[in-house]
């Protein structure tokens, strides 16, 4: 065992690192982009393989990270330092945090943008404005949206400043009351948008959508997608994990944590899927119509139900709040870092790195209108930081990171710090060793050849 301590603070229980740890996982990538990727890559064999992904590559990575934090007790640079030398290994290995707080800022600059739609569909939900509308008149309120940088701008500088107002306060005060009580409640209102979706009438559609399996419609670019997703969704490969792991009790058992929140973050965006495709289909609906999905069709049902300006009001508050918990697990990677590195104080950390996520949302916003014909590899700034993200960074750091714990780490050290049973790890180990960077490397080579 291990006997340092994190200079920022430590998660009250286990408890309260599951509910950290499952408030980043679940964000706007199970409600927002799952449903909208899935529709985009024609449903069931794409979220097949996202599950294969979640279940051999996920899981192991996500394990691998929490111990190289909880081992380390510092920001993801600096844990990765000490564990490889107190395992004989390059010091190089710190790249992989390095290149996880860029990659952290890149998806802040487009996740922001997005939590803002959300915030102000929960105002318009709120003043009633989708009270019996459809699909139509909802589309066009979105398009609408996406034409005017000045409301977006506003909604993307209030959430900024929301995430950094807790980060700043740090992981007791700040992350940790954040978490608690909003999780819970998110779970209850997704329920009940799922409950509209099966009286709907057109929930065997979506079930058939999502779940039969058409080996035709699985393209390169499709597996590519949902492996990268796996990483997204599940906040690997760019040393959130890590951080949160760092503040992760001694007790707590690393392995049977992992998979509880793997099986939850999965659960809600299973969850938000068959909540949203009943009602792409009973209104005829091109489920591949991207981004916009979840914002078309949410409105009108929540707009066409008994209560459902409350609850529509309700859900796209914590749908918001979800956003919120993700979004601050994207920004304390790099500002304990910057803590740990240049002896500033949070608040100097986070004006400086609120203020560079800030400006990457600018520009990600300004992508659907005013900027909308500079182009970087022919996709526009927004769908340019989803891709090299999600697509690019995330499943390499995780590779990388895969290899670091099973190869560099010591195996009496990953054994120790895990426990788990010895068959558990040898497994993990293989896992880690072999098939998740080989199924990573195979898909990125995969994708080059195309
Ligand atoms: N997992 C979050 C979501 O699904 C996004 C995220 C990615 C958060 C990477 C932190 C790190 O919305």
């Given at each position: 065992m291990s006997d340092k301590k994190s200079i920022?603070?430590?998660?009250?229980?286990?408890?309260?690192?599951?509910?950290?740890?499952?408030?980043?996982?679940?964000?706007?990538?199970?409600?927002?982009?799952?449903?909208?990727?899935?529709?985009?890559?024609g449903g069931g064999a794409f979220v097949l393989v996202y599950l294969i992904?979640?279940?051999?590559?996920?899981?192991?990575?996500?394990?691998?990270?929490?111990?190289?934090?909880?081992?380390?007790?510092?920001?993801?640079?600096?844990?990765?330092?000490?564990?490889?030398?107190?395992?004989?290994?390059?010091?190089?290995?710190?790249?992989?945090?390095?290149?996880?707080?860029?990659?952290?800022?890149?998806?802040?600059?487009?996740?922001?943008?997005?939590?803002?739609?959300?915030?102000?569909?929960?105002?318009e939900m709120g003043s009633g404005t989708f009270n019996g509308s459809n699909m139509e008149q909802v589309g066009n309120i979105f398009n609408a949206l996406l034409a005017d940088p000045g409301k977006m701008l506003i909604w993307h500088t209030i959430f900024t400043v929301l995430t950094m107002a807790i980060v700043v306060k740090g992981v007791n005060e700040g992350l940790e009351r954040g978490v608690r009580i909003l999780m819970?409640?998110?779970?209850?209102?997704?329920?009940?948008?799922?409950?509209?979706?099966?009286?709907?009438?057109?929930?065997?559609?979506?079930?058939?959508?999502?779940?039969?399996?058409?080996?035709?419609?699985?393209?390169?670019?499709?597996?590519?997608?949902?492996?990268?997703?796996?990483?997204?969704?599940?906040s690997l490969g760019m040393g959130t994990m890590i951080a949160y792991g760092s503040y992760m009790t001694q007790k707590a058992s690393i392995g049977s944590t992992a998979v509880l929140v793997v099986f939850l973050d999965t659960a809600v965006a299973l969850i938000a899927g068959l909540a949203i495709f009943p009602i792409v289909f009973a209104n005829q609906m091109d489920p591949g119509q991207g981004p916009g999905l979840m914002l078309v069709?949410?409105?009108?049902?929540?707009?066409?139900?008994?209560?459902?300006?409350?609850?529509g009001t309700l859900f796209f508050i914590l749908v918001g709040i979800a956003a919120w918990t993700s979004s601050i697990s994207l920004m304390?990677?790099?500002?304990?870092?910057?803590?740990?590195?240049?002896?500033?104080?949070?608040?100097?950390?986070?004006?400086?790195?609120g203020g560079l996520g800030w400006v990457l949302g600018v520009g990600a916003l300004l992508s659907f209108n005013k900027g909308s014909d500079i182009l970087i590899f022919g996709k526009n700034f927004f769908d340019f930081l989803d891709y090299v993200t999600a697509n690019?960074?995330?499943?390499?750091?995780?590779?990388?990171?895969?290899?670091?714990?099973?190869?560099?780490?010591?195996?009496?050290?990953?054994?120790?710090?895990?426990?788990?049973?010895?068959?558990?790890?040898?497994?993990?180990?293989?896992?880690?060793?072999?098939?998740?960077?080989?199924?990573?490397?195979?898909v990125f080579i995969y994708n080059l050849l195309q």
């Open positions: 920022h603070g430590i998660w009250a229980s286990r408890w309260v690192f599951i509910m950290a740890a499952t408030g980043s996982a679940v964000g706007l990538g199970n409600i927002w982009k799952f449903p909208y990727i899935t529709g985009v890559n992904c979640v279940a051999l590559i996920g899981l192991p990575i996500l394990m691998a990270e929490i111990m190289v934090g909880r081992r380390g007790r510092q920001s993801p640079v600096n844990s990765l330092i000490d564990v490889a030398s107190e395992s004989n290994g390059s010091t190089l290995w710190q790249l992989i945090g390095w290149v996880g707080a860029v990659a952290g800022l890149l998806i802040f600059g487009f996740y922001s943008v997005v939590a803002g739609w959300i915030l102000e569909y929960a105002v819970p409640i998110l779970f209850v209102l997704l329920v009940v948008a799922f409950g509209y979706g099966v009286s709907s009438g057109h929930f065997a559609d979506a079930w058939h959508f999502m779940f039969d399996f058409e080996p035709s419609k699985l393209t390169a670019k499709a597996v590519l997608s949902a492996l990268g997703h796996a990483f997204f969704t599940l069709t949410l409105p009108v049902a929540f707009g066409n139900i008994a209560l459902g300006q409350l609850f304390e990677p790099s500002v304990a870092f910057v803590v740990e590195k240049f002896k500033l104080n949070r608040l100097q950390a986070c004006l400086v790195l690019i960074m995330l499943p390499l750091g995780g590779m990388f990171i895969a290899l670091f714990a099973g190869w560099v780490v010591k195996t009496r050290i990953s054994r120790e710090e895990m426990s788990i049973t010895p068959l558990a790890h040898q497994l993990w180990l293989i896992l880690v060793r072999f098939i998740a960077p080989v199924l990573v490397l195979i």
